[in-house]
């Protein structure tokens, strides 16, 4: 757009141009000043003289309005008005049968009649040359008129303008575009510089014009999705991109089936992201196209992915009684549904899929709390999914007793801390007591006492529960301070016979050892002394 200031007002200068035109003779050619410089429209006076003396006629030839202001013998003066641009007036005479000419050079300045920086694209991208335009109308003298580009106040380039001053001129500059212009502002400066001819600098700016720019990355747009879509479950459908920009200028969106699902979108300094919560129903077709779309500036970057949509239910498992008593028979069966096979089913050797298994057992006590695992498989796609199901059985039978669980002997020291420790197992858990065969007295199970002579004797330790109960005898001896000390009068002359013995075993070992070196030395003797009395060969 071309600029609307207002231009700023031209000197009028009146420059008065005196030609000497020579004549016969010695006659001589003075031009004072030699070069006149006025504002386009301006006005000059011209003086035209000569020598001769005798039969003169004086004339000026020029294109503009003249006037005669006036003469003498040899000289006139005229005035050229509305000079539109550089001439050079000629000033010629008829000196008897002799004629003459001399001319002088007028320039003409002028400021543009107007600077207009022409339209930017719409969106440049980053890395990519920029070329911007000015247009320039007018201005004159060209060889002192220049263009400059400016980004805000920033001079970028300057260049001379050039050619004619009628000719309209479309200067061109080019900027390699960045991140750091999106926003800027980019405006065209004249400049007509007419201080060599002791004037001023004059300039004129253009309107600015806004620059978008934007960038991005060579990677297209990723999406963060599963490829198969089981109905009845929400899928959370995701796209992103990442080193874009500006991101905020950037819209993202993701479409499923031709449809737009209602979705989120994120813009962050420098990525984007969609995101979609989709209810996957029987009314999908099987296989469904996903596009993730991503918009900056007049470019559109793509993605695109087909989903299979699948139904696949997990195998139904049961058990013909989940809670059984010890003894009872349980059918375990696992059934897949339409389309899908069981191909594992715990208790079952494996064996070829199927649609349904099933096998009998005799439950025990080991069988309780025992899992069945029940695994179908599906093929969808190329690619198989499978789905479990666990059933826990559950075994009634009565309590449990032996030699782990209760020790039979038990030993404790008078005065001592103890705990009898006898926990019978069953199910449902059996309740269990402890009483002396004798009295009947109680003795508590999993409870510090203190340890008492009266304590000692043979206890019945009884587990019952709805389903059986089970006895086990308990010996339980207590060593008091009169036992101790018969104990410590027979040990210690056992301990000092044992002693005694090891002494004796170890000196006479020692003893036969000595007799079988002192044997073996002088059967080594005598072995040498025969050795040397054996007659030479």
């Known amino acids: 757009m071309a600029s609307t200031r207002a231009k700023p007002t031209l000197p009028l200068l009146l420059a008065l141009v005196t030609v000497v ?167 065209c400066r004249t400049e007509l510089d007419l201080r060599p001819q002791g004037l001023a600098l004059f300039s004129n700016v253009s309107e600015a014009r806004s620059l978008r720019t934007f960038d991005l990355p060579a990677t297209i747009p990723k999406l963060d999705t599963p490829d198969l879509l089981e109905v009845g479950t929400q899928q959370k459908l995701f796209c992103s991109l990442e080193g874009l920009f500006p991101a905020s200028e950037a819209r993202i969106y993701l479409e499923l089936g031709g449809q737009m699902p209602t979705q989120e979108s994120t813009n962050s300094s420098d990525s984007v992201s969609a995101t979609a919560l989709v209810e996957v129903t029987e009314e999908f077709d099987r296989t469904l196209p996903l596009r993730c779309v991503l918009e900056l500036a007049d470019q559109i970057l793509e993605t695109q992915r087909t989903l299979t949509v699948y139904n696949f239910s997990a195998p139904v498992l049961t058990l013909s009684q989940l809670e059984v008593s010890e003894g009872s028979q349980v059918t375990v069966k696992c059934e897949a549904h339409s389309g899908s096979k069981v191909v594992l089913l715990s208790g079952v050797e494996p064996r070829p899929p199927t649609p349904q298994v099933q096998f009998t057992l005799n439950a025990s006590s080991e069988d309780h709390k025992r899992s069945f695992f029940c695994s179908a498989a599906l093929e969808v796609a190329g690619k198989f999914l499978f789905k479990n199901q666990t059933l826990e059985l559950h075994v009634l039978y009565g309590p449990r007793l032996d030699e782990t669980d209760c020790l039979g002997n038990w030993t404790w020291q008078e005065g001592s801390q103890q705990t009898l420790k006898c926990q019978a197992w069953g199910n449902p858990s059996p309740k269990m007591t402890c009483r002396r065969k004798a009295d009947g007295a109680l003795l508590p199970i999993g409870v510090v006492k203190s ?81 040397g009395q054996a007659p030479p060969p």
């Open 21 to 187: 035109i020579p004549g016969p003779g010695d006659a001589q050619v003075s031009i004072h000043p030699r070069e006149a410089f006025l504002p386009q429209g301006g006005s000059v006076q011209v003086n035209c003289s000569s020598s001769c003396k005798e039969d003169l006629s004086l004339g000026l030839e020029t294109q503009w309005l003249k006037d005669e202001l006036e003469s003498g013998p040899n000289w006139k003066l005229f005035e050229l008005s509305e000079i539109g641009e550089d001439s050079s007036p000629l000033c010629f005479e008829n000196c008897g049968t002799v004629q003459s000419s001399a001319s002088d050079t007028i320039t003409v300045y002028s400021f543009p009649e107007s600077v207009e920086l022409r339209p930017l694209p719409a969106w440049q991208q980053v890395g990519k040359d920029l070329t911007l335009r000015c247009h320039v109308d007018g201005g004159a003298p060209r060889t002192q008129l220049s263009a400059v580009l400016l980004r805000g106040e920033e001079i970028l380039s300057r260049q001379p303008v050039g050619g004619h001053p009628k000719d309209p001129k479309e200067i061109t500059f080019t900027v390699l575009a960045s991140r750091g212009d999106h926003g800027a502002n980019f405006s």
């Open 451 to 531: 340890v008492k002579q009266e304590m000692n004797g043979t206890y019945v330790c009884h587990a019952f529960s709805s389903h059986g109960n089970v006895t086990r005898n308990v010996y339980l001896t207590v060593l008091y301070h009169s036992q101790n000390n018969w104990t410590i009068i027979i040990l210690v002359p056992v301990l000092l016979v044992i002693v005694g013995l090891v002494m004796a075993a170890s000196y006479v070992y020692n003893r036969q050892r000595k007799i079988r070196i002192y044997k073996l030395q002088k059967a080594q003797e005598e072995a040498i002394k025969l050795k």
